[in-house]
């Protein structure tokens, strides 16, 4: 693993490097909050509101995509630029783009059914009517990409490893939930954003070189979101619900650490497909470093020599 740590140095050239698909992205979200700002009344439309997303089902898509508040917007906007140009390089743009949009729009959803059954249990209209919206639910699925990619990799500014980020997350998450008001508005989301996101990875997720879909290994398994103490408790559990909601796709992944390709055994390759990913991963991340150190560099260079010139 390297060495490099993910931290929030490296002057002006952290601000650059941010690729066109997440700027894209980034002007649809700051467009969705102006539209929303000068016309309020299109939150109606735009949000999830449970009770009227059918007919208006297409809230299920567009929620994601806009942020009602101002805060929600920054934390947005920045969370995209700075994840997004470290895995859609990685992923490729494609894959990138296939993964927000499937994990927004399954995220949406799981909010929906579960405001309607909360409704049904509760009879609080207020599940019906709360209007939800936000990137908060991809932006969680992000961090579960940075666990897969740069597990080990040390954040400098936090002083724990990247494979803990979902985790405190969702942790910070469910303690504000308890002294703010609205929690009902963004943690599901984000619950769901986080799960979502590792159900992708975990068992959608194409890999073109294998041939293979997900990602099998014991290190990227779900009970790897808990200290090790809970882990021999979540993981039957966790077998379960995987085995309900993905059915043999599930089994089939428990196969595949011993599946055989041309008569050849190929036991654990899970583990080996798994430490090639996070080399990937890693190897990206020193690049874009270098290149940033050195593009920050070069305007020094720049820099001094206009300053050299003046003074001649």
């Not at 002007?27 to 059918?54: C, D, F, N």
């Not at 040390?154 to 990247?162: G, M, P, R, T, V």
């Not at 469910?174 to 619950?191: E, G, K, N, Q």
């Not at 190897?283 to 290149?291: C, D, K, N, S």
Request: aromatic share 12%; with cysteine.
């Amino acid at each position: 693993m390297s060495s490099s740590q993910l931290s929030g140095g490296g002057g002006m050239s952290i601000y650059s490097g941010f690729t066109k698909l997440c700027k894209g992205l980034a002007v649809v979200l700051i467009a969705g909050h102006i539209v929303v700002q000068i016309i309020p009344s299109a939150v109606s439309y735009l949000a999830l509101i449970p009770a009227k997303t059918i007919p208006f089902a297409w809230n299920l898509i567009t929620a994601g995509y806009f942020e009602h508040s101002t805060y929600g917007l920054i934390i947005s906007t920045i969370g995209l630029l700075f994840i997004g140009k470290l895995l859609e390089p990685i992923w490729g743009s494609r894959e990138f783009l296939k993964f927000i949009f499937v994990v927004n729009f399954l995220t949406s959803v799981c909010v929906f059914v579960t405001a309607i059954s909360l409704y049904y249990i509760t009879t609080k209209e207020t599940y019906l009517y709360l209007p939800i919206s936000g990137f908060q639910g991809v932006l969680s699925g992000f961090l579960v990409g940075i666990k897969q990619i740069l597990p080990d990799q040390e954040l400098s500014f936090l002083k724990i490893k990247a494979k803990w980020l979902p985790s405190l997350a969702v942790l910070v998450s469910v303690f504000v939930s308890f002294f703010t008001s609205d929690s009902a508005s963004y943690l599901p989301t984000i619950l769901f954003g986080t799960y979502i996101g590792w159900i992708y990875l975990r068992y959608w997720q194409s890999k073109p070189e294998t041939r293979l879909r997900g990602d099998p290994s014991d290190e990227f398994s779900f009970s790897t979101f808990f200290p090790e103490f809970l882990r021999p408790v979540i993981d039957p559990v966790a077998t379960i619900i995987e085995r309900m909601i993905c059915g043999k796709r599930s089994e089939s992944l428990d196969e595949s650490r011993d599946y055989n390709l041309g008569g050849t055994s190929l036991s654990g390759t899970d583990s080996i497909e798994a430490s090639r990913r996070r080399e990937r991963g890693a190897r990206a991340l020193e690049e874009r470093l270098a290149a940033e150190r050195a593009a920050a560099l070069g305007k020094i260079e720049d820099a001094q020599k206009r300053d050299a010139n003046e003074i001649v």
